[in-house]
């Protein structure tokens, strides 16, 4: 795909004026990762966890995949972080600011070092093999091929999905019940 | 718009995340970092499923099944972080030490 490969000079960037929404969306977005792992208040970081998804979803309709981003927007914002917050509150967990979140400065420094490795390698070996390429702009993609392709040539990934999500329903309810309710009476148990 | 910008944030969010899992002491909140870095996996496929014009859009199928198995990993996740609690009266991975010699 040779047309496909064509790259863009630093300067041009700047004057483009997507790339002006891009900034907007991804500033917020690293910053909201970067307190999701570092805030001193647990609920803070997963509301935190929250302006990170957001910026991926807003991240994911500039790039014309509407659906995603949607989903995402359901799943994520709307039903996974409700769950951690549940998590939270159940577990207990200190809620104040001098609260032990995470480990001493020497494991915080090596965690630092890795991740920055990791992050350097994959951004060389991207920045090598890309450079500075070209997306082809904004031409959304129609739901209506999702589904379809969703309903055709992945259907059976999408079964096995499915019954991953019912198997992991089923067994979230019984890992979380007490094993005391219905002890006393007889044939209560299942 | 180029690909690497979009590459650029998924790693940074992928990094962040296992800087989290690997530096937070809550249980939920490492599973909050999981969740981060998937986020950057998904970033990631979705600029190469654009960049690629991919006609069977693999990239923009394979998000929406890493979101599916995200939401039943959050679910087992935290009946299993609320396990432990009852068991131990703590969420905090540093106590979980039974298998230390």
Do not use: C
Not at chain 1, 144 to 155: E, G, K, M, S, T
Not at chain 2, 23 to 33: E, G, K, Q
Not at chain 2, 82 to 96: E, K, P
Request: proline fraction near 3%.
């Amino acid at each position: 795909m040779p047309a496909l490969m064509e790259s863009v000079a630093i300067a041009d960037w700047f004057r483009e004026a997507a790339n002006w929404v891009f900034l907007l969306i991804a500033l917020p977005t690293v910053f909201g990762a970067w307190r999701t792992v570092s805030s001193n208040n647990i609920v803070r970081a997963v509301l935190y966890l929250v302006v990170a998804l957001a910026g991926t979803a807003a991240m994911f309709l500039i790039l014309g995949a509407a659906f995603i981003g949607l989903t995402v927007v359901l799943v994520y914002i709307g039903a996974v972080i409700i769950l951690f917050l549940i998590g939270i509150m159940i577990t207990r967990a200190p809620l104040g600011v001098e609260a032990k979140l995470s480990h001493g400065r020497e494991a915080r420094l090596s965690a630092a070092l890795l991740s920055f490795i990791l992050f350097a390698v994959i951004m060389w070996a991207v920045a090598d093999a890309f450079g500075m390429s070209k997306i082809q702009p904004f031409e959304p993609t129609a739901t209506a091929d999702i589904a379809n392709l969703l309903f055709d040539r992945f259907l059976i990934p999408f079964e096995v999905v499915s019954l991953v999500l019912l198997a992991a329903l089923i067994g979230g309810i019984v890992l979380a019940r007490r094993d005391d309710i219905g002890r006393d009476e007889p044939g209560g148990e299942g | 718009m180029t690909i690497i910008q979009f590459i650029l944030v998924g790693s940074a969010l992928f990094a962040l995340g296992i800087y989290g899992v690997i530096t937070r002491r809550n249980a939920v909140l490492v599973l909050a970092s999981v969740e981060l870095m998937l986020a950057g996996v998904n970033v990631n496929l979705v600029a190469f499923n654009v960049y690629l014009q991919d006609p069977i859009l693999s990239g923009q199928i394979f998000v929406l099944f890493i979101i599916g198995l995200a939401a039943a990993e959050v679910a087992i996740g935290i009946a299993i972080i609320l396990m432990i609690f009852r068991n131990r009266q703590s969420a905090d991975v540093a106590d979980l030490n039974l298998m230390k010699g």
